[in-house]
């Protein structure tokens, strides 16, 4: 393990070019171990032997072309770079060319246009014409032109080649189309950034016009919605609706992938801007296509971040949460448009980065994920590497981190996203929202206090818990929901079924006015012979992690504790207690469940790739007769709440079935009635304090 030097983070120009180098020049000595020497004209990184990789399994190509390039877009930038520290690196600046030199002529003779074929390359030991592979080959050529004229002549002559094969896919070709479950954003983008390199590098081939119009076409198709094919404004000459030919996006500019909304594919901006820079690193006019909605989708996409700059998932996440790679895009819309949010974005990413590098210790980026010489894992630290060289190739912004209180007072919004069933609120007291079709179509809250953005976190039971069948998780499925959102907050009210009506879980979600409070009324019913095997509610998610200087301290009415995260020893503590403060920033009180903590003392890696530990707070119903649940929880977020969590929801009496009726007490010590009709017929209900209501069918109000 090597003790690393910090960074100075109080330094008034950092991040500058030389922290973006120092970490790169670290993670040389981690990258070479996984150097192969093919022959004395021929090298590549990282392992081909699948029994290797982790986790086991493809995408085959994705997995070894995608990472040399990541890697080689590294060492162009330190072979140029006037900061490259070859005692810190381990090599010299001859190894760095030799690598560049040997590495791209590997990745030219196994294209399609090469002779060389080998596994588990898939294309009979060779890659190109993939669904990825325009963005494989694009930053190779970021690599190669960044270091063009030291490369040696084949060298060059082959990339021109290859792009030129890649850029030919595309002549008379559409972007493709898709909004639902599986957006086509990515792959217009990184195709467009594709035809940008392709044009630039060869300005003058033969069809290199052509490249240029089908680059437009596709950057434009990035982010699409139907209001889109009836634009007649005027982008190069044309309307809007004479260049797409697609729906990516929902109205709301949403975007969904792997099966629901997936904030990180907002991102794809990010390869906008790539494009962009083709044109600005070859002396040329970057086309406004390349910018068209990136603005409009960034500041959607900016609402989900934290004040720490990690990216939280109110729909969900199935890759790693708290990566440790630099956030490019940030860089780019802080450097283009002087984005303040941006930049304090990219500022705590770099210091992230930082962080982790010196947990890690020994190059690599992330020392949470195992060591792996090829598959997911090897390509996660390759990425880092790819962007911390794509943001020096792009130019460091000068940027300042915004002190936490002005960050989330700028963040501050109240959102809904119809289309995704998604409602959001955030505070200066944290976040808070509900989504009623989360990844793999199931229901999930999020509440993220303000001091607490590198403790708590996403799954895809949160605030609503887990039901097992017959020994197996039950999907849950929502049958149907009301919403109802404001500037002040949002209600919304819904059915969830599992196990095609074997259980009928009831919900009603509410963000209080004041910011700080939050109320989840909970009611499930099990049909006569259905075998519940598990019944737990609630779900609070805790990264346990060295984010939080792996302890996470809780209280509760039994006392208060130390939770140890990583090697800890795994376990359940019941605290018998109705309320119970997280890491002094999350208040959470029952109206009666008692509350357990389930200490995961191990990471989940690399069996899935949370690359954390997660610890989770929840509560286990004792059911009465057919009814499983029957309960209420108070979330109050940020310190003041935390303080304020033993104050529980009061139930009141209220007349009609499926009828509840909470009462608690706001930040403001104002009393706040909650009256949900969880049925779905219209009813009149007398309510303790309240009188008689006129109530919609599955809907809540607020008094």
């Known amino acids: ?35 192969v020497e093919d022959s004395a004209s021929l090298g590549h990184f990282g392992s081909l032997d699948m029994a290797e990789w982790a986790p086991p399994g493809g995408p085959i190509n994705e997995e070894v072309v995608r990472s040399m390039a990541q890697e080689l877009m590294g060492y162009a930038v330190l072979y140029q770079s006037p900061h490259f520290d070859a005692a810190l690196a381990g090599v010299d600046r001859a190894t760095l060319l030799d690598r560049l030199n040997r590495c791209l002529r590997w990745n030219v003779a196994y294209h399609l246009v090469g002779d060389r074929h080998t596994a588990p390359l898939t294309s009979d030991g060779q890659w190109g014409d993939d669904w990825e592979s325009s963005l494989w080959a694009a930053q190779l050529a970021m690599a190669a032109h960044w270091v063009w004229a030291a490369l040696d002549a084949d060298v060059r002559e082959g990339m021109l080649r290859m792009m030129a094969f890649e850029g030919d896919r595309f002549l008379g070709v559409d972007p493709p189309d898709g909004r639902w479950l599986d957006t086509k954003a990515e792959e217009n983008a990184w195709d467009s950034l594709l035809l940008a390199w392709a044009y630039c590098l060869q300005p003058d081939h033969p069809h290199a016009a052509a490249w240029l119009d089908r680059g437009k076409a596709f950057a434009m198709n990035t982010f699409t919605t139907n209001l889109a094919q009836v634009d007649t404004s005027l982008i190069d000459g044309r309307p809007v609706r004479e260049w797409v030919c697609t729906q990516t996006a929902h109205p709301d500019l949403t975007v969904e992938n ?51 700059g990690f990216a939280t998932y109110p729909s969900g996440q199935d890759w790693g949460y708290h990566g440790a790679g630099v956030n490019g895009q940030a860089a780019a819309m802080a450097l283009e448009f002087g984005d303040e949010i941006a930049g304090h974005l990219f500022w705590e990413s770099v210091r992230h980065a930082d962080e982790a590098m010196r947990f890690a210790g020994d190059g690599r980026f992330d020392g949470r994920i195992p060591h792996a010489p090829g598959g997911r894992f090897f390509q996660f630290e390759t990425g880092g590497m790819g962007a911390l060289a794509g943001v020096v190739m792009g130019g460091v912004p000068r940027v300042r981190r915004l ?55 996403a799954e895809q039971d949160g605030l609503v818990g887990r039901i097992d069948l017959d020994g197996q998780p039950a999907q849950p499925v929502a049958a149907c929901h009301t919403d109802h959102t404001d500037e002040r907050g949002f209600r919304t009210t819904g059915e969830v079924d599992y196990g095609q009506g074997q259980v009928t879980q009831r919900l009603a979600v509410v963000a209080l006015p004041d910011g700080e409070t939050s109320l989840v009324i909970d009611l499930a019913t099990a049909r006569p012979g259905a075998n519940v095997t598990r019944n737990e509610g609630l779900g609070i998610y805790v990264m346990n992690d060295f984010t939080d200087g792996n302890r996470v301290r809780i209280a509760h009415a039994g006392g208060s504790q130390t939770v140890r995260g990583v090697g800890g020893t795994a376990r359940v503590i019941a605290t018998g207690s109705p309320w119970m403060r997280v890491a002094g920033c999350l208040g959470l009180a029952t109206s009666g469940e008692p509350l357990y903590y389930e200490d995961a003392a191990e990471r989940n890696t690399p069996i899935r790739w949370r690359s954390v530990l997660q610890d989770r707070v929840f509560t286990q119903p004792v059911a009465r007769g057919e009814t499983l649940r029957d309960y209420a929880t108070v979330v109050r977020l940020g310190r003041a709440g935390a303080r304020r969590a033993t104050a529980a929801p009061v139930r009141l009496a209220c007349a009609g079935e499926w009828v509840r009726a909470y009462r608690v007490t706001d930040a403001r010590g104002h009393d706040v009635t909650v009256v949900a009709n969880l049925g779905r017929q219209a009813v009149t209900a007398t309510v303790e304090g309240a009188g008689a209501l006129e109530l919609a069918a599955m809907d809540t109000v607020v008094i």
Not at 403 to 417: I, K
């Open 1 to 35: 393990m090597t003790a690393f030097k910090p960074l100075d983070a109080s330094r008034p120009d950092f991040p500058n070019e030389s922290d973006l180098v120092q970490l790169m020049c670290q993670h040389i000595r981690h990258i070479e171990r996984y150097w």
């Open 258 to 308: 792997h099966g629901s909304f997936h904030p990180n594919y907002l991102g794809c901006g990010g390869l906008l801007m790539d494009g962009r820079q083709a044109f600005q690193a070859t002396g040329l006019e970057p086309p406004p296509h390349y910018l068209y909605r990136v603005l409009e989708v960034w500041d959607i996409l900016k609402s989900f971040y934290l004040a720490n």
């Open 403 to 457: 002190p936490d209180d002005e960050f989330r007072r700028r963040q501050a919004r109240t959102a809904s996203y119809p289309f995704v069933w998604l409602q959001l609120r955030r505070t200066r007291q944290g976040l808070f929202s509900f989504c009623w079709r989360s990844l793999a179509q199931k229901v999930m809250g999020l509440a993220i206090p303000a001091g607490g953005e590198a403790v708590l976190g």
